[in-house]
């Protein structure tokens, strides 16, 4: 198995991951089948809906209008939620979050907890930090279940086990479950898993879930699932912990009426997901009495400034640019270096965790524009990660070793060039003659130094032409 | 505090944006277009799509053909929403109302649960419960193995923005959608009916408007 | 039509076929070509590359050349592209007022050669013939960002004897990406062997499409494999000529 760490501040680059999941041929065809999966189905059921584009267009309408007073609709959030009796909490990065968490679970008495799958809870590293607190925690989505008991890390923002196949999920629950005559097909595999947490859920009374979103007029939460694990864990708990990046919260209760329509079908290819829970602080003798949410800033208030950078917060985690990234296909989630991986992960990691941390990740993109096409809420991704490009050079501009670097040269020079059409004619001629050396007897170029090796280790390269265009031109002009 | 200073923080952030003031003007179509019959039609398939079994009968018959459902289900034991109109109950079953007293594992040990729903989407297959006198709590509708819903006719919407119209009244209500049996498809995208809600759900579509006064909408 | 064409710096230096090509279709057709000698490069690379200062002052270039062009024909959809989804952001962030203005009146007179072909000349058939099994890549930026759809399609249609044959996943990138190509070599690699599969899956003699950067980077690979598919720029297919009615069959 390869095992790259999700951790922006320890990941290798995005070129260093991809190198070795490229290698492993396995996950590239498990990654491949999965998403080849999902992408038909959303393309059936995209097109089957003439409004489609005017629906995208309300959604991003809907998480702009909101991120673009976020101020007001947290508060109003946290008026409505607190009148209905539950209790918020605002975390200004991973670790006060963590903190936060740890004390509601410590006065509430609980030593095990019950977890919805969440990006937000997988971010802040949150289950490493409450086991070594002494809290057990029990995964209850089953890919979620699979990562845990494999020590594996998310892959992906929707389906985060798809790099693993049947057989190899059949011997980590055969291993871990000790359940030796398991056999391997999804059946057997789903009903292991409903019987190992069955158990779980009518005895654990604490439980942590995030939140797909907060709606600031109600004071509600709104929650988008498809085994049911979900509402076990919000419906039979005692004490319920949403941890929701600030981002999550939508203006009004009608908003989901555009969401709930985009989302379900961009996500999972299903006109509507098995399950829906949408609820508002305590209801008496219904579901959990002691109810809390966390805020999560953690970077994200960082993106507001510019609308360039802003839109990324629009996501709502449908995971349609990763199904769609022919980038994706290729690497699968791990070479993102993050929990974000894909599209959405290229643009928001960098903006999250600090720059330096993740600075291939905005060229981890051909930028063909497929993510932005099937995105619910229309973030320009490939907008987004050429200006992110723009910062990692800048950032860059006086750094010692990058002042010297091929490309920075290369493309003072070029852009030196560009700007007076006779210096590029003569450029063109002295490229010629630089690349006649590495032509081949059959007349291509097989192997170029530097740089342009990269491309020549796959590729050969036809050699510049005798005669460019304008020089046609002025010649056919000539003898007219 | 960390409230003032992630406030503080968004406020700085957007202060510059806050003259362009406009909300959002939203164009998308939010009422259907089919009349009854295709509507109750449509609703029927998405929900065969769902797994979900399909059931008729006007309003008159519908303890018989609850009866006769459950039975055929081989669903003796039910649980159901104390308020649940006992007019449902057919009489050769065994009938328990739910009572703040049961526990999960008591509830979880019925043979199924009989409730009534708040709307039904026909667009997307979805039985909408929220909390009401026929709908329960949430638990009810979540544990036992069997779920079987009777809806009316007057209760199917077309498209979710319709739907919402409806839910707005009572906004913060729990509520649940569900769309078919629970499933998943993490393993190899195979989706598998039943992983942790109901592993079956039937439905009544009770052909006549009822006159049931908590179960319908002005 | 007096039109301008903007050969772009690759196609003027790697492919002058192409713009021959282009010359040849339009003055078929009965139009006038004008090459404003001084033209360079868009700034693409720059810009995509996270140059962004450089991009500007190519940006400025380019419209102050073509500003009072009739009509501008750009044989590179990912060119296209740039001018027509970031020149009026480069004119923001650089609070250049005279090139936003100057650009607003530009945008609708510059085309892609196929969009130039169909949606501007309202043709489909540019009396072509070329007798090849042809298989047609969309690439990425003339389908998601000028949404070419299946205009260079109906174009090929009607090139007396092309078979064209469809290629399966023609939507899917190829891999070049430009510094993405060299940046992330073994992704873009492993990108590229999928396009080949698909093209050599075909049985097609050509693989056309309307961006002469992808062209390249697949011919790079179906040369390195041996394989005797020939990547050709749409004009040139265009361009070709009815050897028959000439009376060579
Ligand atoms: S960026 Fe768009 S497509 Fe990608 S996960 Fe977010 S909402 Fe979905």
Redesign the interface.
Known sequence: MTLITVDPLKAPSFPKAAAELLRDTQLRR?VA??TD??QHKRAALVAEKS?WQ??R??GA??R??AL????RY??QFEKQFTA?GGHVH???DAD?ARRIIAGILHDAQADEVIKIKSMTTAEIDLNRSLESAGVRVYE????EL?LQLGHDQPSHII?P??H???HQ?RDLFAREMHLPDLADD??A??EA??LY??EK??KVKAAICGANFLIA????ICIVE????G??CL??SDTLISVAG?EKVIPT??G???L??TL?RAA?G????????????V?P???PHNMHVV?L?NGR??L??K?ITRQTLQCIRCGACLNTCPVYRQTGGHAYGSVYSGPIGAILTPQLFALEHAQSLPYASSLCGACYEVCPVKINIPEVLVYLRSRVVDKNRNNLSSVFSQERIGMKMMARIFLNHERFEKAQRMARIFEKPFIGQDGWIHKLPGLAGQWTAARDLAPIPAQSFREWWRGRKASQ | ???E???G???A??S??RSAES????????TGTLNTEERLQMLEE?LHE?DARVFHCPEQALAQRIFEVLSAAGRLRIIHPAALPTSWHAAQLDWTPDS?GLS??EI?AFDGVLTGATAA?T????IVLQ?GPAEG???LT?LPDYHLCVIFENQIVET??E??DR??AN????????????????????R?K?????RFLDVILVTRPSNFPKLTFQ | MRISLFITCYNDTLFPHTGKAVVSVLERLGHTVDFPIDQTCCGQMHFNTGYRRAAYPLAKRFVSIFRDAEAVCIPSSSCVAMIRDYYADLADENHDQELAADLRTLLPRIFEFTELLTDCLHLEDVGASFSHRVTYHASCHGLRSLHLGDKPIRLLRHVRGLDLIELPNSDRCCGFGGTFAVKNAGVSTAMLEEKLDAILGTGAEICTACDNSCLMHIQGRLHRHGADVRAMHIAEILASENREREGTP
């Open positions: 498990n089948h999965a999966v999902i409004d005017a629906l267009t309300a309408a809907i702009a209008e673009r007073h976020l101020d947290l508060e209905a605002w975390a200004s006060e209850t989505d089953l890919a699979i389906a086990a798809l693993k196949n049947r999920v999804p059946p595999l789903t898993a409903r947490l069955r859920f009518l007029e109600t004071g509600s498809s085994e049911g694990n509402r076990m419906t039979l600030i209760f009608a989901l009426e555009v709930l329509q379900p999972t299903e006109r509507m997901n098995p399950y829906n829970s949408i609820w508002t602080g209801t003798g219904d579901g805020l800033d208030s960082n507001l400034e609308e | 505090m960390s409230r200073a992630i406030l923080r968004v406020r952030a957007l510059a944006d909300s959002p003007l939203l164009s998308y179509p939010r998405r769902y703040p999960y594992a979880e989407v667009e997307s297959g979805s909390h709590r949430r638990a979540l979710l923005p739907c919402f839910l707005k906004a913060a209500a729990p509520t649940t959608f569900i769309s078919g049996p629970s499933a998943t498809a993490d393993i190899e995208m195979t598998i039943g992983v942790h809600g109901p």
